[in-house]
Each structure stands twice: as C-alpha cells, then as structure tokens.
C-alpha cells in the first residue's frame, strides 16, 4: 500500500533518484557527525559548523530564482517536447523558455562573483574576532568559498533541466554528488585534514557539476545562444520581477531564520558552544531534509495541476505529501530517541557535543512546520505569485533578533525557545494565506 501511494505521487524514476539523493544525504549528516566528533575537538567542530552555516549566503543572492526557473520552465514545457536535448513545439514557448534560461544563466553568473566577496568578508569579521592564528581559519574557508561559488554557477543548469520534468536525471546526478562529496569529506576527516575537509571535499561536486553541464551540453547552448531575428515574448517586469523580488524577501528571511545560530553562538559564546549548536542544527537539518523529499520532488508536478487547474488532484497530491512527511518526521524521532540512549549509555562524550535535550527538541519540534509550509508555498507559488512575503519577513527578523538577545542572556536555549515560539505562532497565518488560495478554485 504505502509503494502504491508513493507511485501515484511520482513518476517511478523521480522518486528513485529523488528519495535516493535525499535520503543519502540525510544519512550522511549523522555518518559525517559521527567522524566529526571522534577526529575534531570542539573548536575545530565550532569552526567547521560555522563555516557551512556561512554558506547559507548563497540562498540570499539566489533571491529565490531557481523555483521560479522551475515552475516558469514547466509551464512553457507542457507546449514543448524534448528528445535527445533538443526542444520542439510552439515557438513562442520556445522564445520564453530561452529567455528565461539565458536570465537564470547570466544572473548565477555574476551572482556567484559576488558570493565570494561577500563571504570572505563575513569570514574574516567573524573569525579573526576569534583571536586563533589567521593561517589555521583562512585557508580552508577561502577555499571553501571559491569552490561553493563555482556550485552557485551550476545550479541553474538543474533547475533548467527540473523544470523541463527531467527529475530523474536532476536528482540522480546530485545523488553522486552526495555520496562521492561523503566519501571524501569521512576520509578526509579520518586522515586529519580537520577543518580543510569540507572544503576539499567539494572538489568532487564541482567536477560532477562539470560532467552534467556537458552531457546537456547542445540543451543548454540551444538556450542560450541568440539567434537572429528572435523577439523576446517574455515581459520581465511583469512576469519575473514582481514575484522574484517577493521570494527574494523570503529567502533572505529564510537565513535569518534558521542559518544565523550557529555564528551567533560563535560571536556569543565562543567556538565551543558553536561547536555543539553546530551539531544540533546539522542533526535537525538532515531530518527536515528528508522529511520534505516527497514535496521538492514534486514541485514540477504540482506546477502543471495548477496550470490544469486540477484542484481535485491537486488536494489529494498535498494530502498524501503532508502523511508522508510527518511519517519520516516522526519515524526519525523514534530512531534519534534509541540512539541518543545508546549514546547514553556507551558513547556518552558524543552527547557532550550536542545541546542539552530541552534545546535540542526545541528545534526539532520547530522545524515540524516546515513540511506543512514546503507543500503549501509550493503550490502558493506555483500560480507565479509570492504571497508569504511578509510573514517570511517578520519571522525572520522576530527569530534573528529574539535569538540573538535569547541567546546573550539564557545561553543557546534562548535562541531555541525563540525559534520555536515564533515558527508556532506563524503556523496559523500560514494556514489561512494557504485557504485564500485554495478558495479561488
């Protein structure tokens, strides 16, 4: 039964390579945890965890333009057949999906320059702050930042070919990333790279970005290249500005959010406490990711039931993405709640670098309302407006600056307890903006 709902939900390839990539990658958060706590000590565990918190970043100067490449892509595909990576149909379609790559394309570009420069400052205010020598921090995290750059230039190649209903392929590519990237990153920290490990790791995603943009290499020309004679039929102002600047709100929102614990902890409270707020949030991270799978998979698919206007199918889709989602979210609790107790009771130094339990089911409780908020702005979103602009605002700055100041005064509970109270009291509004929607079908 639970194969037979999980196959009305996705095309039989999607769902592999999708549950595979994120599954992979949720396992791979307690396997490389394990690895950091046995071979770094608290300060370099501080120092790692801060430097992938920093790279939240990159979700800011995306301004929310890889779904809105996604569901754009979508809509234009459903005029349009792809065979051996080249497009035919409506050549107006054609014309609007060509501008909206040849967009995606040049914005990734410029944005992932600026990335660097923007994150390298970050880094430096923050980490020479610290007072460690400068060649034990700089190196690694410079290097971290040109290689997650480069990552930043690739992603709209994917989400061109996601949107084109190519999930299988999407997904099966980032699931070599995920397990080769792992591979790497255990090894690495095992023969003592300490905290050069992430960053080197990355090499291997780079070079299986590079492979994927070459197999697609005549798709992804065909789109950009310009061609003589071609008017554009894609009105930027009033189609892709006015909801990108929305979502860009809310990405920039969605780092306050969630991203800034573990620098503040390191500003606050030291390497240490970062170290183990760090972790917390890796752990939590990891089973949110997984539990939201069965809703990112589906974002191409709930895109064309809006454009078919098929709001029976549309709400027997949500349905069954919220069961799924809570059932990996809470199945994962059960497995935390054995494991911690084994810890307990065999490995009890690991438990010492992780909050205290109050704070750390605080945040995993926190991030429930996630998988209710990911299927409902997916769909929100998919009518090509951006309606939680202005909640994603205000629980950002109530989350940023409640748990800067939970944080100075009550220690790394204070940010937890803040993080859950405002993701509580947001959820009704949520849920309301969600009907307003439905209420139009």
């Excluded at 809509?75 to 349009?80: G, I, M, V, W």
């Excluded at 206007?309 to 809570?326: P, Q």
Aim: positive net charge; aromatic residues 20%.
């Amino acid at each position: 039964m639970f194969q037979s709902i999980l196959n009305l939900i996705f095309p039989e390839k999607a769902f592999f390579w999708g549950y595979a990539e994120k599954i992979a990658r949720s396992i791979s958060g307690p396997i490389s945890i394990f690895f950091v706590v046995i071979f770094l000590d608290l300060k370099s565990q501080g120092y790692l965890f801060t430097f992938i918190s920093l790279l939240a970043i990159k979700f800011v100067l995306e301004l929310g333009l890889t779904q809105i490449i996604i569901t754009f892509v979508a809509y234009e595909k459903n005029s349009l057949d792809i065979k051996k990576n080249f497009l035919k149909g409506r050549f107006n379609n054609y014309l609007r999906l060509k501008n909206i790559s040849r967009y995606a394309f040049f914005w990734f570009f410029w944005a992932s320059l600026i990335y660097i420069g923007i994150l390298n400052l970050v880094g430096f205010l923050l980490f020479n702050s610290a007072g460690d020598p400068y060649d034990f921090w700089f190196p690694p995290f410079l290097l971290l930042c040109v290689l997650s750059a480069i990552e930043i230039f690739f992603i709209p190649f994917y989400a061109v070919k996601e949107g084109l209903a190519k999930i299988d392929e999407v997904y099966k590519y980032k699931f070599y990333k995920t397990i080769l990237f792992l591979i790497a990153y255990l090894a690495l920290l095992s023969i003592g790279a300490d905290i050069w490990s992430y960053s080197v790791a990355l090499f291997l995603n780079v070079i299986v970005d590079f492979i994927f943009v070459m197999k697609n290499k005549s798709l992804f020309l065909s789109l950009i290249r310009i061609v003589k004679g071609q008017v554009s039929r894609l009105n930027w102002k009033t189609e892709i500005f006015p909801m990108q600047s929305r979502i860009a709100i809310g990405a920039i929102s969605g780092v306050l959010s969630f991203s800034i614990f573990t620098p503040f902890s390191f500003n606050l409270l030291g390497p240490e406490t970062a170290g183990r707020v760090g972790l917390t949030v890796a752990i939590v991270t990891g089973i949110s990711t997984l539990s939201v799978v069965p809703s990112m998979v589906s974002s191409q698919k709930i895109a064309s039931l809006v454009e078919q206007k098929n709001i029976r199918m549309l709400d027997n889709l949500i349905v069954r993405l919220l069961t799924l989602s809570f059932a990996i979210h809470f199945f994962s609790l059960l497995i935390l709640i054995v494991l911690f107790y084994l810890l307990e009771e065999f490995f009890p130094f690991i438990l010492e670098k992780v909050l205290d339990p109050k704070s750390f089911l605080l945040f995993f409780f926190a991030m429930m309302f996630s998988l209710i908020s990911t299927p409902l702005s997916i769909f929100m979103r998919a009518h090509k407006e951006e309606p939680l602009m202005w909640l994603s605002i205000f629980t950002g700055l109530f989350i940023c600056f409640g748990s800067y100041f939970g944080m100075y005064f009550y220690g790394a509970i204070g940010a937890a307890l803040t993080f859950f109270v405002v993701t509580f009291l947001s959820f009704p509004i949520l849920i309301s903006i969600f009907f307003r929607f439905r209420s139009r079908y």
